[in-house]
């Protein structure tokens, strides 16, 4: 078993089970509208942490080398693996053998994950090479904001239309296990 073939079915391990889960909870959620004031707080807690803000400005300049030097060869072995024809094959052979709209999602993932790469190729170059060139991005990046319009968006919609957000969740994950489900 090669590792591509190991990693792609731990993929669909992962997908299957948090497909399930998405099944099951918005089931339960639709079956039971008052089971969200339950939710509430473990919602609300797993999205605190996108209003915190993190610091990591002077580790990766003090290790900038290491960092840059593991993001340009991370960025290299997956454009690499994704432009051996053999392995863009064996990808595509592999996950979009249901017809042509999946053959071309797939084959529009491949393009997102190798145009993702050459920009963290980009960016891995500008860090190992001058990591104060990014000073611009790390100052738009570093500014504040304050995603509890999100977060009060999602939990007033949890409140008010729980079970339209089960219905949803529920479809979502069966949707996913049936096209899992064919692989």
Not at 77 to 102: F, K, N, V
Not at 120 to 143: D, H, Q, V, Y
Request: with cysteine.
């Amino acid at each position: 078993m090669t590792l591509i073939s190991l990693l792609f079915s731990l993929l669909l391990i992962l997908a299957a089970l948090g497909s399930l889960a998405g099944l099951v909870l918005g089931a339960w959620l639709f079956l039971h509208p008052g089971a969200n004031t339950l939710l509430d707080r473990p919602a609300r807690d797993a999205l605190e942490p996108l209003a915190r803000p993190v610091r990591v400005e002077r580790f990766v300049y003090r290790h900038h080398r290491w960092f840059g030097g593991v993001i340009v060869a991370g960025s290299m072995l997956t454009l690499a693996a994704l432009g051996a024809y053999g392995q863009r094959l064996y990808l595509l052979g592999r996950a979009g053998s249901g017809g042509p709209l999946e053959h071309w999602l797939w084959e529009s993932l491949l393009w997102f994950v190798a145009l993702g790469n050459f920009f963290t190729l980009a960016a891995g170059c500008l860090i190992l090479i001058r990591p104060s060139g990014l000073k611009g991005f790390e100052a738009w990046a570093n500014r504040r904001v304050d995603p509890g319009w999100v977060r009060q968006a999602l939990l007033t919609g949890l409140r008010n239309r729980p079970r339209l957000y089960g219905l949803l969740l529920a479809s979502g994950g069966a949707l996913a296990l049936w096209l899992l489900a064919r692989r």
